[in-house]
């Protein structure tokens, strides 16, 4: 049963326009969340972090909103890049793990 | 430093063989993590260490699978005999601490059974 949940397998965004990745988990125990970038051969990289005592965290061009009642958050990226075409994981701490979600592929397109 | 280093990059065997994955973590890190990646489940959390021990492996799907960290600087996934359905890609890393510390990822192993 996944605890962690990215409904949506991809996503294309524009240059310059904004990204929006959702996630959404079913334990409110979960205390804190990540977001890490994982690009074709290579293993996953921290992006951002957020601590369920905040509702936004953010860092240049990425930001992280959390929305505790309805168990969801997103990371938002603004401007899009195309560097920014990766596989980009949910994940929240159980305790003293991280549960991952399945990911979205975001694509950024000139 | 080199960051998490994982051995081999590719790995293809056929069924019923013995199949060894290799890491070697971030010098100073104390926690390590066994990972599997599958497009029906995601990453998944297959056993971590602390201090050299197993601290939880109940990510582990079956006997077949083991994990050893005999020293701060090693750790091997072994599964015997191998299946098709363990197809995948098993991922390491290491982080100074536990989970709310960042962790760093290895390349990954890509295995195929075949």
């Known amino acids: 049963d996944q605890q962690v949940k990215q409904n949506s397998p991809s996503l294309s965004v524009q240059e310059g326009r904004i990204s929006i990745l959702n996630c959404d988990y079913t334990?409110?125990?979960?205390?804190?969340f990540l977001w890490y970038k994982k690009y074709p051969a290579e293993g996953p990289t921290f992006l951002i972090s957020?601590?369920?005592?905040?509702d936004k965290n953010e860092d240049g061009r990425f930001t992280v909103f959390l929305n505790k009642s309805a168990k969801h958050l997103s990371l938002h990226i603004v401007p899009s890049q195309p560097g920014d075409s990766a596989v980009y994981f949910c994940?929240?701490?159980?305790?003293?793990?991280?549960?991952f979600g399945t990911g979205t592929r975001l694509q950024v397109f000139p | 430093d080199a960051g998490v280093i994982q051995s081999p990059r590719h790995e293809v065997t056929e069924m019923g063989q013995e199949v060894t994955l290799r890491c070697k973590p971030i010098?100073?890190?104390?926690?390590l993590f066994w990972y599997r990646q599958t497009m029906m489940r995601g990453l998944e959390l297959l056993i971590y260490?602390?201090?050299?021990?197993?601290?939880?492996d109940s990510g582990m799907p079956e006997d077949r699978f083991s994990a050893k960290m005999p020293n701060a600087s090693f750790s091997t996934l072994k599964i015997q005999p191998s299946e098709p359905r363990d197809s995948a890609v098993y991922f390491c890393?290491?982080?100074?601490?536990?989970?709310?510390?960042?962790?760093?990822f290895g390349a990954g192993t890509r295995l195929s059974v075949l």
């Open positions: 010098s100073g890190h104390n926690s």
């Open positions: 260490f602390n201090n050299n021990v197993p601290i939880d």
């Open positions: 890393a290491s982080s100074q601490g536990y989970a709310k510390n960042i962790q760093y």
């Open positions: 957020i601590s369920s005592i905040k």
């Open positions: 994940a929240a701490i159980n305790t003293d793990k991280l549960i």
């Open positions: 334990n409110s125990m979960f205390d804190y």
